[in-house]
T-cell receptor
Framework: SQTIHQWPATLVQPVGSPLSLECTVE??????LYWYRQAAGRGLQLLFY??????ISSEVPQNLSASRPQDRQFILSSKKLLLSDSGFYLC????????????FGPGTRLTVL | AQSVTQPDIHITVSEGASLELRCNYS??????LFWYVQSPGQGLQLLLK??????LVQGIKGFEAEFKRSQSSFNLRKPSVHWSDAAEYFC????????????FGTGTRLQVFP
């Protein structure tokens, strides 16, 4: 069966510090991968998606970047965090068969102070 | 532009009462439709989905949803709510053959009173 992991689960970082959040998927090959952000009391905002290794599409201009160094690994990064980067970050994957169903990881709670 | 509207930000019901959460979408073709549930501090779990066929779909935890093309709606229902159903519920639509991208509504927070 397929599983998706995110770490860390929680993170508290000072403004201006770097960021690296990792997401890995097991039990599937060549998935589509997604990073979402959920601000407090808000819905889900799609930040990045990837349909293959090294293929990253950005949905919104921001302070963050994403990379996909391996087929089932998706990394969210920042060189210098802003206060507005605080939120709940969710990684998701889909099988890429056009049915659009996405499966979500447990999330990372990021607090920037 | 494609969009999803969940008009109710917050709903409160008593345990044992029936529930209906509304979802309306704007899409050029018949979309794929999803309902997800999120408990506090957790990821999203798929409740049910509609791709084609029978417009009344059954999901996990006793939930069901009905696709009404004429109303562009996909409302979620449950005949008797349990306290453990308290959570945030998201409706989503998609039909992108290349990326599987989904468009999410802003969510409805369900509170259940004993």
């Amino acid at each position: 069966s397929q599983t998706i992991h995110q770490w860390p689960a929680t993170l508290v970082q000072p403004v201006g510090s770097p960021l690296s959040l990792e997401c890995t998927v097991e039990g599937t090959s060549n998935p589509n991968l997604y990073w979402y952000r959920q601000a407090a009391g808000r819905g889900l905002q799609l930040l990045f998606y990837s349909v293959g290794i090294g293929q990253i599409s950005s949905e919104v201009p921001q302070n963050l970047s994403a990379s996909r160094p391996q087929d089932r690994q998706f990394i969210l990064s920042s060189k210098k965090l802003l206060l507005s980067d605080s939120g709940f970050y969710l990684c998701a994957w889909s099988v890429g068969d056009s049915y659009n169903e996405q499966f979500f990881g447990p999330g990372t709670r990021l607090t920037v102070l | 532009a494609q969009s999803v509207t969940q008009p109710d930000i917050h709903i409160t019901v008593s345990e044992g009462a029936s529930l209906e959460l509304r979802c309306n979408y704007s899409y050029g073709a018949t979309p794929y439709l999803f309902w997800y549930v999120q408990s506090p501090g957790q990821g999203l779990q798929l409740l049910l989905k509609y791709f084609s066929g029978d417009t009344l779909v059954q999901g996990i935890k006793g939930f069901e949803a009905e696709f009404k093309r004429s109303q562009s709606s996909f409302n979620l229902r449950k005949p008797s709510v349990h306290w453990s159903d308290a959570a945030e519920y998201f409706c989503a639509v998609g039909r992108n053959y290349n990326t599987d991208k989904l468009i999410f509504g802003t969510g409805t927070r369900l509170q259940v009173f004993p």
